[in-house]
């Protein structure tokens, strides 16, 4: 005799089932609101019922739960396409009412009606529906309050719009609690939007100095390998690069603080901008396979359902791109950092989110192979914290010793070692880097020697162009008969010690490096001004502003160039884009692995609720 799955209290709630029984339905391409799933009568038909029992054995489901939500779908299609048909011979649209009722319970209905009546009239229709006083109703529809005067067709009403009442009746505490309620939901989503916006200004600030300059002195944007080594970038690609980097970047920010919401609004930004970057680029980096996985992290934090199937493509993204960038069996990064257990959680991360997404489409065996998979990186991956805390103790921040336990399989003496080696070898790269810049800029000084200038007032015009050799030609030819300080004569601010990584974060936002290492000893180390400087600049600080004297007043009481309000509001955003800019190459990799396990925990509890229902 064949039984069915009981009901488990450890299975999955209802609307995760009814998003199963969804896919199940679209992959089978199964019309519920056509024979023979529903009778001539429009009633559910037996087979309606076989069909849930399929299901529910299918998805070790209790199979009340699946066929109540076979009817719901089922009914839920039949009066789309009712209103629909509706609309379509009468003009009659169907509008959908949500309100609270006195009894303090959500509750929905639906009431049709001509879009050429006014909402005074609608509102009076919703008030004999609900038992509501029409006086103390107002009607809402996509954030904004209805009109009384106007029509619904002029305020955008259509057929199966979504209309939220609002009561402000029964008692004053009452109608104050609910506008509370919609006035924050308003207030929040006003300002998400208000802050990307603001960052994508600040974003667009710092990309606008590359179009004031001569691109072919600062032909690339660095950014870096596995190894820390820079990567050229071509200028034309540059803005949009920087863009879509500057937005992750504020996404990954607001991930970390637990705010998902915020985030997933950057990084879709972020997401539409790296669509502009070339496809060659995007396989040399890993950058745009971590947004994929982080935009479908914030999907499943968010319980967006509804995106499972734009979830999924974004998934078999991620791992083209990583199979590219690391290799398909991760050979190239292992030849490149002879170590690949960091990266690894990525692939951690992409194994459990492919679990996720075929759990949702009722595909439990190969979810539980996934689960499987997680599990076993999720125990190779995690790090004992107070090998952590040791680590700490010898000089190292937390984000080092994570990342070189995990590198070294929780070692902590390898750990150590690991740890100074990529000091080292980040150091030596970072040395190579300024050899070849004095370098190229012994070669620039030697030209303009060779056309009959001084090495002395060469070197000087040369470093006062910020390494730009025509604009060094231009002084020369100008300042003829002006005298260059010697550098002993020069001010506090050459001889300032700026560290090479103040340098490589400033450089970081497509600043030239020299550029950046000048900018920074003008104004003494001070990052937000150095960089704002260079934005209204060009890129390069012009000759007076260099030979003037350093200020040392606050970044608020400076003046760079123009003291108007618009100059001051644009520091404030750059303040605000560099802030969320990390120092270390390999932070988006430090993962606690503490959100991951939680995943793994609930949905392997799920797979065997519904396993055991069946036993």
Same mark, same amino acid.
């Given at each position: 005799?064949?039984?069915?799955?009981?009901?488990?209290t450890?299975?999955?709630p209802?609307n995760?089932?009814?998003?199963q029984?969804?896919?199940?339905?679209?992959?089978?391409?199964?019309k519920l609101?056509?024979?023979?799933?529903?009778?001539?009568n429009k009633?559910?038909?037996?087979?309606?019922?076989?069909?849930?029992?399929?299901?529910?054995?299918q998805?070790c489901?209790?199979?009340?739960?699946?066929?109540?939500?076979?009817?719901?779908l089922?009914?839920?299609?039949?009066?789309?396409?009712?209103a629909?048909?509706?609309?379509e011979?009468?003009?009659?649209?169907?509008?959908?009412?949500?309100?609270?009722?006195? =009894?303090?319970?959500?509750?929905?209905t639906?009431?049709?009606?001509?879009?050429?009546?006014?909402?005074?009239?609608?509102r009076?229709?919703?008030?004999?529906l609900t038992?509501?006083?029409?006086?103390h109703?107002?009607?809402?529809?996509?954030?904004?309050?209805?009109?009384?005067?106007?029509?619904?067709?002029e305020?955008n009403?259509?057929?199966? $719009?979504?209309?939220?009442v609002?009561?402000?009746t029964?008692?004053?505490e009452e109608?104050?609690?609910q506008?509370?309620?919609?006035?924050?939901?308003?207030?929040?989503?006003?300002?998400?939007?208000?802050?990307?916006?603001?960052?994508?200004?600040g974003?667009?600030i710092?990309?606008?100095?590359?179009?004031n300059?001569?691109?072919?002195n600062?032909?690339?944007?660095?950014?870096?390998d596995?190894?820390?080594?820079?990567?050229?970038?071509? =200028?034309?690609?540059?803005?949009?690069l920087l863009?879509?980097?500057?937005?992750?970047?504020?996404?990954?920010?607001f991930?970390?603080?637990?705010?998902?919401?915020s985030?997933?609004?950057?990084?879709?930004?972020?997401?539409?901008?790296?669509?502009?970057?070339?496809s060659?680029?995007?396989?040399?980096?890993?950058?745009?396979?971590v947004?994929?996985?982080?935009?479908v992290w914030?999907?499943?934090?968010? /319980?967006?359902l509804?995106?499972l199937?734009?979830?999924?493509?974004?998934?078999?993204?991620a791992?083209?791109?990583?199979?590219?960038?690391?290799?398909?069996?991760?050979?190239?990064?292992?030849?490149?950092?002879?170590?690949? =257990?960091?990266?690894?959680v990525l692939?951690?991360?992409?194994?459990?989110l492919?679990?996720?997404?075929?759990?949702h489409?009722g595909?439990?065996?190969?979810?539980? +192979?996934h689960?499987?998979e997680?599990?076993?990186?999720?125990?190779?991956?995690s790090v004992?914290d107070?090998?952590?805390?040791?680590?700490?103790s010898?000089?190292?921040?937390?984000?080092?010793?994570?990342?070189g336990?995990?590198a070294?399989?929780?070692?902590?003496?390898?750990?150590?070692?690991?740890?100074y080696?990529?000091?080292?070898?980040?150091?030596?790269i970072?040395?190579?880097?300024?050899?070849e810049?004095?370098?190229?800029?012994?070669? =620039?000084?030697?030209?303009l020697?060779?056309?009959?200038?001084?090495?002395?007032?060469?070197?000087k015009?040369?470093? $006062?162009?910020?390494? +730009?050799?025509?604009?060094?030609i231009?002084?020369?030819?100008?300042?003829? /008969?002006?005298?260059?300080m010697?550098d002993?004569?020069?001010?506090?601010? +050459?001889r300032v010690?700026i560290?090479?990584?103040t340098?490589?974060?400033?450089?970081?936002l497509?600043?030239?490096?020299?550029?950046?290492e000048?900018?920074?000893r003008?104004?003494?180390? +001070?990052?937000?001004?150095?960089v704002?400087?260079?934005?209204?600049?060009?890129?390069?600080?012009?000759?007076?502003?260099?030979?003037s004297?350093?200020?040392s007043t606050s970044?608020?009481?400076?003046?760079v160039d123009?003291?108007?309000?618009?100059?001051?509001?644009?520091?404030?955003?750059?303040?605000?884009?560099?802030?969320?800019?990390?120092e270390?190459?390999?932070?988006?990799?430090?993962?606690?692995?503490?959100?991951?396990?939680e995943v793994v925990?609930?949905?392997?509890?799920?797979?065997?609720?519904?396993?055991q $229902?069946?036993?």
């Open positions: 005799m064949m039984s069915f799955p009981r009901m488990s450890d299975g999955p209802e995760v089932v009814q998003d029984v969804r896919s199940l339905l679209e992959n089978e391409k199964v609101w056509e024979p023979p799933y529903t009778a001539e009633d559910a038909s037996p087979e309606l019922k076989i069909l849930g029992e399929k299901y529910a054995l998805l489901i209790d199979l009340s739960m699946v066929e109540n939500v076979l009817e719901n089922r009914c839920n299609s039949l009066q789309g396409i009712n629909k048909k509706t609309f011979d009468t003009g009659l649209a169907t509008i959908r009412i949500h309100y609270t009722s006195h =009894a303090k319970r959500k509750e929905k639906k009431l049709t009606t001509k879009l050429n009546i006014s909402a005074k009239d609608l009076a229709e919703i008030a004999k038992g509501m006083n029409e006086q109703v107002k009607l809402i529809m996509n954030s904004k309050v209805l009109k009384m005067d106007r029509s619904l067709a305020q009403v259509k057929n199966n $719009s979504i209309i939220m609002m009561q402000i029964l008692t004053e109608a104050k609690e506008e509370t309620i919609y006035q924050a939901e308003m207030k929040e989503w006003d300002e998400r939007k208000a802050k990307i916006s603001r960052t994508r200004k974003a667009e710092l990309a606008q100095h590359g179009e300059t001569d691109l072919s600062i032909p690339y944007l660095e950014i870096a596995q190894k820390g080594r820079p990567i050229p970038i071509p =200028a034309v690609e540059k803005k949009a863009l879509a980097m500057t937005l992750h970047e504020k996404g990954r920010a991930m970390k603080k637990k705010d998902y919401a985030a997933l609004l950057y990084l879709l930004d972020s997401d539409e901008e790296f669509g502009k970057c070339g060659e680029l995007l396989n040399t980096v890993d950058n745009y396979a947004l994929q996985l982080e935009i914030c999907y499943l934090q968010l /319980e967006q509804d995106c199937r734009d979830a999924e493509e974004r998934l078999k993204r791992q083209t791109r990583l199979n590219k960038c690391y290799g398909e069996n991760l050979e190239r990064l292992y030849n490149l950092k002879g170590n690949t =257990a960091n990266e690894q692939y951690l991360r992409l194994r459990l492919q679990g996720v997404v075929l759990y489409k595909k439990l065996d190969q979810t539980k +192979n689960l499987n997680a599990e076993t990186l999720l125990g190779k991956l004992d107070k090998k952590v805390v040791q680590l700490m010898l000089g190292f921040t937390a984000q080092e010793a994570r990342l336990l995990r070294c399989n929780d070692d902590i003496d390898f750990a150590a070692s690991h740890i080696h990529r000091r080292e070898e980040k150091a030596e970072r040395r190579k880097e300024k050899a810049r004095k370098r190229k800029k012994q070669e =620039a000084v030697n030209s020697v060779a056309m009959g200038y001084s090495e002395k007032a060469a070197a015009a040369f470093r $006062s162009a910020n390494n +730009n050799l025509e604009r060094a231009e002084i020369l030819q100008c300042s003829r /008969e002006q005298g260059y010697d002993e004569e020069a001010g506090p601010s +050459n010690e560290s090479e990584e340098v490589n974060q400033v450089a970081f497509g600043f030239d490096h020299s550029a950046a000048i900018a920074l003008r104004f003494n180390g +001070n990052i937000e001004r150095a704002q400087a260079l934005i209204d600049h060009g890129g390069y600080l012009p000759s007076s502003l260099l030979n004297p350093p200020s970044p608020e009481d400076m003046d123009d003291p108007s309000e618009e100059k001051q509001r644009e520091r404030e955003i750059v303040e605000e884009v560099l802030a969320d800019i990390p270390h190459e390999e932070d988006y990799l430090d993962m606690t692995l503490e959100e991951e396990r925990i609930k949905y392997k509890t799920w797979l065997q609720g519904s396993h $229902s069946t036993s």
